[in-house]
């Protein structure tokens, strides 16, 4: 949460609750398709996930 809210809530215009209720699933979404992460090696999610399924695809287990 506290990244995310450096991120994203601190960054934003937030004249009021109702805003940010709204921006909500915008943030949400770009972070969890978009946004690089430290704990994954700076990739968004997705390329993570895509380059773990690539070593272990290659994987002679």
């Not at 601190?10 to 430290?38: C, G, K, M, Y």
Request: one cysteine or more.
């Amino acid at each position: 949460m506290k990244t995310f809210k450096r991120d994203y809530v601190r960054v934003s215009p937030r004249p009021d609750a109702i805003s940010i209720l709204q921006r909500l699933a915008e943030w949400f979404e770009d972070d969890n398709t978009i946004h690089p992460h430290s704990g994954l090696r700076m990739r968004s999610p997705p390329e993570f996930i895509a380059a773990q399924s690539a070593t272990q695809a290659t994987c002679p287990a």
